[in-house]
């Protein structure tokens, strides 16, 4: 992949453009703030970015800011956004519009090499990652939204891994069950959030803008 990094510990964002490279990913820039990612994302194409959410000059939201208008002008590319902590707010509002080609995890995920690796490359396939650190407080944020409290256990432990960007076959894996029984609930689910018969849209996309109070 052609990547883009911007973050302002310049320890961490060496690290990850050597990590990168060995992978054989291409890394077209390292910066360390969110103006210099724009201006370089302006001046190239990559298929994705990596972004911290705090970064210069105030070290509040300048990052996410970048993300959320890099999916504004330039949808193709795909975003992965690191944060030290799960900014509720700032996940929502990344989430909000379509989640296809979106990450977002905890920094300190980055430290297990191969989780990061498989979030970016499933992000630059267009699909997406969250963090199940981010999920679980953003599930406990939309626990009492009904129909979600209509969800049987299993059923919302469905959910939360989809909500993560696994695939059926993936989900699985985790669960240690079939791939059918795994179907059987995603069906059950979309029953539950009256997604059955909708049209149009990914109906796997919409239970997750759900179950996240989008």
Known sequence: ???????????????????????????????????????????????????????????????????????????????????QYVEKKYATELMSGSIDGVGYLLKDRVAQVGDFLDALERVGAGGTAFDPEVVRQLLARTSHADPLARLTARERQVLELMAQGLTNASIAQSLHVSQSAVEKHVNALFDKLALSHTTGYSRRVLAVLRYLGS
């Open 1 to 83: 992949m052609r990547v883009m990094l911007a973050e302002d510990s310049a320890l961490l964002r060496e690290g990850l453009v050597r990590l990168l490279k060995e992978e054989g990913h291409d890394v077209l820039a390292a910066v360390g703030d969110a103006d210099a990612l724009l201006e370089a994302v302006d001046g190239d194409s990559p298929d994705a970015v990596v972004v911290d959410v705090r970064m210069p000059p105030t070290h509040t939201d300048e990052g996410l800011r970048a993300a959320l208008e890099l999916r504004r002008r330039r949808p193709e590319v795909k975003v992965l956004v690191l944060s």
